[in-house]
């Protein structure tokens, strides 16, 4: 990491050193890891002074391998050996020229780049690799070379998150995929597919919470994890990588080791039978995948020259297109337009996970193609907004029984309606919920009572049944809608056509 500053105080031993430095002098900010604060008695600063140390204290530190500041983005690129920032303005930064240009870095080095030199060369020559739909289109035909899906959105949808991975650092949140299927679906291979072509993509099995906190603060990378079953697991590894994951989808996300601070944020993608744990589920896009028969004409992926050969060309136009249109994509992102009134299905983290993906396709050319993937996008997105709530609907005591009242005045006639209140024999509704499975055969009248009450304020009350006195549930119908409206809402049709 390196910083630039006109003034800078440290304490070394017992004793207050002064160092004066010119404006873009280099220091090493290792050498400040031990400097304290110092009484205000021993320190003499003009304004200057305080003002520029308070400038330093804002920078923002850019890492060197992709991020978007002040409407600028860049990539890392390695030219003859050395290190290069290529940025969205057209120009080649040397690494080493950053500091005395006030660009505050991360890492002083280059760990990895997938830009080639010929891309970069391009570049900066001006050459137009075409508008974003076009590396779009090129994503979708090699993914359906190899992959078989029943819902064709899902490559658009596949080919619109990896275009993001190229400008992620731009974005608040970025949203992760989680490949859910049985073994021999695919899960590996289509992994196998997207790492090299994603940002700095690295595809590992179980990995320790150490290295995927490595390749984040090294690389920026894109995380493919297999085989991510033992996230749930209670054991000291398990538990450390689920602490990463959990803040890795957000810019501000950091895990705590001790009083070490690790950067988590980054794209991810996992592959596993079973669901993942409800908070990063929270996070993720779910992606189901069927198993290959006999009758899908798909080509066999082998990692040939050949194949590298195209995942290179896939990679430079990707470079190029985040130079071009990732400030565009990323100004939107930040403008106060939104997508509220397209996107009224998705709701709270829904949305924040989804808004990146939409914003991408919006930069496509007006057309066709445009509106088709803006449909992929929104069919899946609201089949995920579904998921989820279904998903909240059974997590949650007030939903579960927000769906035995459901079933109640479905199948059961009240004995009285009166002034919006129905009244519902106890006994028949015990023996109703039984039989459909809501509640437990060993369930008594006492405990079901108890628990409406506690959840949905509904009395057992004497009500006047002839010449005697019968409890009943008094169920008052609007307070009941106002319920499902908060707790198990219907995800609102779309406004996309």
Known sequence: MVITAARVLTETAEKVRIMRLSLGSLLNVEALTQARPLPNAFIEMSEDDLATLADIAQVRELHPAQDYHEGVLHYGAKIKGKDFLVTSNGEMIPLLE????????????????????????????????????????????????HIYFQNEEHFDMLAVWVMGTYLYRAFRYYPYLHFNAEKGSGKTLLMELLAPIAFNGALMAQPPASTVLKLIEQNAATLFLDEVEGLGEAKSGGSQL????????????????GDVAYRTYSPKCFAGINLLDDVL?????????????????????????????EQAAIRDELYHFGLRYGPGIAQDYDSETTLYDKLKHLTNRAYDIWVPLFKIVNSFSEGTYKMKVFQSMDHLSQTDAKRRASRDTEENETGNALEMIDVVMDRVKPEETHKGIAYYDPDVVLDVLRREGLIKRTMERKALSRMLKKVLDIDCKGKQNGLKVKRMYAIELEAMKEM??????????????
């Open 98 to 145: 950053c500091p005395g240009r006030d660009i505050l870095l991360i890492y002083s080095h280059l760990n990895e780049s997938g830009m080639s030199q010929g891309a970069v060369l391009d570049y900066i020559a001006g050459a137009d690799y075409g508008p974003p739909e076009h590396v779009h289109r090129r994503i979708v035909e090699y993914l359906k070379q």
């Open 242 to 257: 689920k602490s990463v994951l959990k803040t890795g989808f957000a810019r501000s996300g950091l895990y705590y080791n």
């Open 281 to 309: 589920a929270d996070r993720t896009i779910v992606v189901r995948l069927l198993r290959k028969t006999g009758y899908d004409t798909l080509k066999q992926y082998r990692e040939t020259p050949l194949a590298r050969k």
């Open 484 to 497: 499902k409206r908060r707790y198990a809402p219907e995800p609102p049709a779309s406004d996309v056509v």
